[in-house]
């Protein structure tokens, strides 16, 4: 089980070759993808950042909780870096287990975990020419677009 940063594209097919062991049964996994929207606004792009050493602890401090309170056989996570283009894959997580529900209920927790504790942050770029920075875990309310921000200062 490991939690990885990537400043490279992630290989859905590759990670998900971690994963089969004799033991398993099913096998759940999930790719967060760069939308063409939020909230209303049309985006272009992505910029994520990380505390790479805080980010990849806690991640793998999420992948150890799903392995205690599931029984599941493995799981991997690995979050992008850098500059995202629309349909790019910014986040994958996979879980083997021996039976299906645990390995969503897995799949899920570390998913919903990864969004609300690592200290990952997007910059989103809209087409109208604004950008704005987004704690990925607070969401975007209560942020502020880099347009706006200059106004207010």
Not at 34 to 61: C, F, M, Q, S, W
Not at 65 to 72: K, L, N, T, Y
Not at 95 to 102: E, I, K, L
């Amino acid at each position: 089980m490991s939690f990885r940063i990537s400043s490279t594209p992630i290989d859905p097919d590759e990670l998900k070759r971690r994963l089969p062991d004799a033991h398993a049964g099913a096998c759940v996994t999930f790719e967060g993808w760069v939308r063409d929207h939020n909230e209303g606004d049309a985006v272009n792009a992505l910029e994520y950042e990380a505390h790479e050493p805080i980010a990849v602890a806690e991640g793998t401090k999420i992948l150890a909780e799903a392995a205690q309170r599931f029984d599941i056989v493995a799981a991997y996570g690995e979050h992008r870096v850098g500059r995202l283009e629309i349909g790019d894959c910014a986040v994958w997580v996979g879980v083997s287990a021996a039976h299906r529900g645990a390995a969503f209920d897995a799949c899920r927790y570390i998913i919903d975990e990864i969004k609300h504790r690592v200290p990952i942050w997007k910059k989103e770029h809209y087409r109208g020419g604004a950008a704005g920075w987004v704690n990925c875990a607070t969401g975007a309310s209560g942020t502020r677009r880099d347009s706006e921000a200059a106004e207010t200062q």
